[in-house]
């Protein structure tokens, strides 16, 4: 586990990209960010490892895009849970995927990438259709999705 937390900015001609990596703890800081009002900001959240209290709270005072729109792509478990507990670490940014918890009886437990726009709202009994494991068998949901989704505003 990489414990110093590391964002690395990526930009290009519409996008300015921002990858998190390791622990969001007491020495997490966002960088400062070119002020450019016609780029859209993507945090990529896919490798952090884990957050705790005091990670949230620099997440939150540090935070430099209040007054821009912001997609958070592929949420690691750790920060969905602390969108969960903490629903206004969001800031206003829209999550468009996140890793899911799910056991596979062959594999043990596995995180599955789903994107928003692929979970069925219409349907109450399926919400999330999972794909088949590397194994060939079917994984079963290892979380209560509709408190996994409470900081989607999807939840049942």
Not at 76 to 95: R, Y
Request: aromatic share 8%.
């Amino acid at each position: 586990m990489d414990v110093k937390p590391r964002v690395v900015v990526c930009e290009d001609e519409q996008t300015i990209t921002l990858k998190v990596t390791g622990v969001i703890n007491a020495e997490f800081a966002w960088p400062a960010i070119p002020n450019e009002q016609n780029k859209s900001v993507r945090i990529d959240l896919s490798r952090v490892d884990f957050i705790n209290s005091v990670g949230v709270r620099n997440w939150i005072h540090t935070y430099p895009f209040k007054s821009k729109k912001v997609d958070l792509i592929d949420v690691s478990v750790h920060v969905m849970d602390s969108f969960n507990m903490t629903p206004g670490m969001q800031l206003g940014g829209k999550v468009l995927s996140f890793f899911l918890p799910v056991y596979c009886e062959n594999c043990e437990e596995t995180f599955e990438l789903i994107k928003v726009s692929d979970i069925n709202l219409n349907d109450p009994e399926v919400k999330i259709i999972l794909k088949p494991c590397v194994c060939g068998s079917q994984p079963q949901l290892d979380t209560d999705v509709d408190s996994y989704l409470t900081c989607l505003g999807l939840s049942a």
